[in-house]
């Protein structure tokens, strides 16, 4: 079974998604985070963002592999072999990862692996086009979005939680980029996929966004 979780960035995707695999047993697939490895390389090479042939050429020799700790639930991250967990939600990242994510080629590269990986046991993928371009014939799709105020404070304090020096102001800058850029992109663009539950979490907290989605889940009719 296939549970595709799409939404605008700071939506909870990742965290909703996490959770939901725990209680289900499924494997948690988080794309944005093998976009965030590639887009971390690139910047360590020191290319340029609008360098469209050298990050395709660099996705062509890249490897990137998701795992799961099976004591602490926790996703590693790999890039070529190297656990860049961390280093991929730092700003310098976050900054980029929407430039290098609508490249057609690296978005067709990064295709063939989360089908793969999808497609090897019950999976929940969350990213922007999982129910509309990754698995448009998931058995279940949800759309999960937030207005953007709440959006903002939620990733505003998960990156000071973690240490983050950032200011509020540069974290409305960079989702009000990235949403321009995640749904007007010319390759899968953002958007819900006509049979997508759309589930609104700007006043939820995260207990019942999951139990929300799981009465979703569990119900014969959605």
Known sequence: MIIAIDGPAGAGKSTIAKIL???????????????????????????????????????????????????????????????VSKSIRETRVTKFVSD???????????????????????????????????????QKKIFLDANFQERTLRRYKELKDSGYPVSLQEIENDLSNRDKIDS????????????????DTTSLSIDQVVDKILNILNS???
Do not use: W
Not at 184 to 199: H, S
């Open 21 to 83: 695999a725990q209680k289900l047993g499924f494997l948690y697939i988080d794309t944005g985070a093998m976009y965030r490895a590639l887009t971390l390389k690139v910047i360590e090479k020191g290319l340029p963002v609008d360098d469209l042939n050298g990050i395709i050429h660099l996705a062509k020799q890249t490897k990137i592999e998701l795992l799961h700790d099976s004591c602490t639930a926790e996703l590693k991250v790999l890039l070529d072999g190297n656990d």
């Open 100 to 138: 290098v994510a609508k490249i057609k080629e690296v978005r067709e590269i990064m295709l063939g692996l989360q089908r793969k990986l999808g497609l090897s046991t019950n999976s929940i993928l969350d990213g922007r086009d999982i129910g509309t371009v990754v698995f448009p014939d998931a």
């Open 184 to 199: 007007t992109r010319e390759t899968a663009p953002l958007k819900k996929a006509d049979d997508a539950i759309l589930v």
């Open 220 to 222: 014969p009719n959605e």
